[in-house]
């Protein structure tokens, strides 16, 4: 169950980036965020409201606050370093930050996977960075190298911070996470806010709305797949999202997949199938 929901997590993951990428082509991509993270918290204290779980345990929460600090954090330097590096980079390096909640969950969780686990989480991460694009060659700038680190640290340890705080509750841990975010990208929202007045509301409304549900059930099987599952085999497969991205990039706007893309995605599946007989 735990390979499933982590599964799941990683399309919608990959399917919100997607339509967060299309719409960031109307409006800024921070903003973006800002609106569809509000219709995410919205959507998660429905969930909340509906499941009635009871109250949390304040380290818990904590665990989830600081999962919301690292996701904008990974947001905002990801935007940033695609402002001054190219996707082929960035993306692959971010892509790493997979290895935060791996080195987590085996080192301080004192978790041992399998040989075949092993084997398919490794393949898992090379089919992930590989799908992303690596592009090696020109000079590539030492700014964009480390917000791309940075990028890939706030987006592993939001996964790690998940598994700490799920614990306690899944859908509080997604509640306070979104309300975290929300809070931290409400500056960014008031900064565009003319740039926002001049996109249709009704596009608004349904793009924001789709970005925010899908993002939240996503986060809601993550939490839910790192209570029932390893840790660090969990998070490999929740990383897989940019194959889904670049798979409906490929479908739906009919964008070429290079063939280092076309390996990687297949790699990637492979990682899947060990993962999933493991």
């Known amino acids: 169950m735990a390979v499933l929901l982590a599964l799941l997590a990683s399309v919608c993951g990959g399917l919100a980036d997607f339509a967060g990428g299309v719409a960031s082509r109307r409006m800024p991509a921070v903003a973006v965020v800002a609106l569809s993270q ?12 509906v499941v009635s779980p009871g109250s949390t345990n304040p380290a818990n929460s904590l665990w989830a606050v ?31 930050g997979v290895l935060v909640p791996v080195a987590w969950g085996i080192i301080h969780l004192g ?9 398919g989480a490794v393949l898992g991460i090379v089919g992930v960075v590989l799908a992303s ?3 090696l060659s020109g000079r590539v700038a030492a700014r964009s190298l480390v917000l791309a680190a940075v990028a890939g640290i706030g987006f592993g340890a939001t996964t790690t911070f998940v598994a700490e705080a799920a ?4 859908v509080w841990t997604v509640v306070v996470l979104k309300l975290t975010i929300v809070t931290l990208a409400l500056p960014f929202l008031l900064r565009d806010r003319r740039a ?9 409304a349904r793009t924001a709305t789709l970005i925010g549900v899908v993002d939240v059930a996503g986060m809601l099987m993550l939490a839910r797949a790192t209570t029932l599952g390893y840790v660090s085999l969990v998070g490999v ?3 897989l999202y940019p194959v889904v991205t670049v798979l409906l990039a490929r479908w739906m706007l009919h964008e070429r997949m290079r063939r280092v893309q076309q390996v990687g995605a ?3 599946l492979v990682g899947v199938a060990l993962l999933g007989l493991s």
Do not use: H, K
């Not at 509000?38 to 409201?49: R, Y």
């Not at 978790?111 to 084997?119: D, K, V």
């Open 196 to 204: 926002i007045a001049d996109v249709p509301r009704l596009w608004l």
């Open 38 to 49: 509000l219709a995410g918290l919205t959507c998660a204290v429905a969930v909340l409201l």
């Open 133 to 135: 694009g690596p592009e």
């Open 167 to 170: 614990s306690g509750g899944v």
């Open 111 to 119: 978790e041992a996977p399998g040989l075949l686990a092993i084997g």
């Open 266 to 268: 297949a790699v990637a």
């Open 237 to 239: 497969l929740a990383s």
């Open 66 to 96: 600081g999962a919301g600090v690292c996701m904008m954090l990974g947001l905002v330097a990801f935007y940033s370093a695609l402002s001054t590096g190219t996707m082929g980079v960035v993306a692959p390096i971010s892509a790493l």
